[in-house]
């Protein structure tokens, strides 16, 4: 490999191996591997490093320190651009791994623009990754995530006073192309949002997962932010009748066991 290296290599997460396929693309594990064993010795240079999803600043650091050993740090030029993570309250997890945007900004009134992070060990990858490209699980998270972030950094914060309570009333999702563990943009257009009972903001929205100049996916939502005061009262009340239905059923079932015991 060191008689002929690319301008430019790739490194993701060792999660994602699968991609890992290709000449120019190389896992966290291998590459650290590879550096150590002398492969990138006689890179000429510059050679650019660029990180796809797995990679955060934790690994850059690793990446920079095993190259000041070698003496590569001005042969191999990282690529590394750190993520602005929403926040813990606009994605609504509690796991910095879990949160899929990034970067997020505004447009104009309508349109709403945001970097995909996938985090090594997110959730959605922990117990299924095969093949080259993510699961469409990953697809309607970040969806969500993306209503949830814009609507609390740029409309409830008009009612400091409330807290909300979101709902999706519908939520439709299209894959068109793969997904893959590189560089992804998230694209939100709000359709409607009718915010004239601060209670009850609703809203319909498309959500576009935009990778390589091409759509990989599109979901259309509809959902509520209610106010959690309320909300909660109509949950509690709710949850009681599932669970006296199914209580009622189970007695019953109960019953009709132990007669049929008996005779």
């Not at 060792?14 to 990138?40: I, K, M, P």
């Not at 590394?80 to 926040?87: D, I, M």
């Amino acid at each position: 490999m060191s008689s002929q290296v690319a301008s430019s290599y790739c490194v993701v997460g060792d999660r994602f191996a699968g991609f890992a396929v290709h000449d120019r693309v190389r896992t966290l594990s291998a590459f650290l591997g590879e550096l150590r064993a002398g492969a990138y010795d006689d890179v000429p240079g510059p050679m650019a490093l660029s990180g796809g999803q797995g990679i955060g600043g934790y690994e850059w650091d690793h990446i920079r320190v095993v190259l000041r050993r070698r003496g590569l740090e001005d042969r191999i030029l990282l690529q590394e651009h750190p993520p602005a993570l929403a926040r813990r309250a606009e994605a609504h997890k509690h796991r910095e791994e879990n949160v899929l945007i990034a970067d997020l900004g505004r447009h104009d009134d309508q349109i709403f623009h945001a970097a995909l992070r996938l985090h090594q060990n997110n959730e959605f990858l922990l117990d299924h990754q095969t093949g080259q490209h993510t699961q469409g699980m990953v697809v309607v998270e970040a969806a969500r995530q993306m209503f949830l972030a814009v609507t609390e950094r740029y409309y409830t914060h008009r009612w400091p006073e409330r807290h909300y309570y979101f709902v999706i009333n519908s939520l439709a999702t299209t894959f068109e192309n793969f997904l893959f563990p590189v560089d992804a943009r998230i694209r939100y257009l709000i359709q409607s949002a009718d915010l004239s009972d601060p209670g009850r903001l609703e809203f319909t929205a498309r959500v576009d997962i935009e990778q390589g100049g091409r759509r990989s996916a599109r979901c259309e939502v509809a959902f509520t932010a209610f106010d959690a005061t309320v909300l909660k009262a109509v949950e509690h009340r709710r949850a009681e009748r599932a669970l006296d239905h199914v209580l009622a059923h189970t007695s019953a079932r109960h019953d009709e066991h132990a007669t049929a015991f008996s005779g």
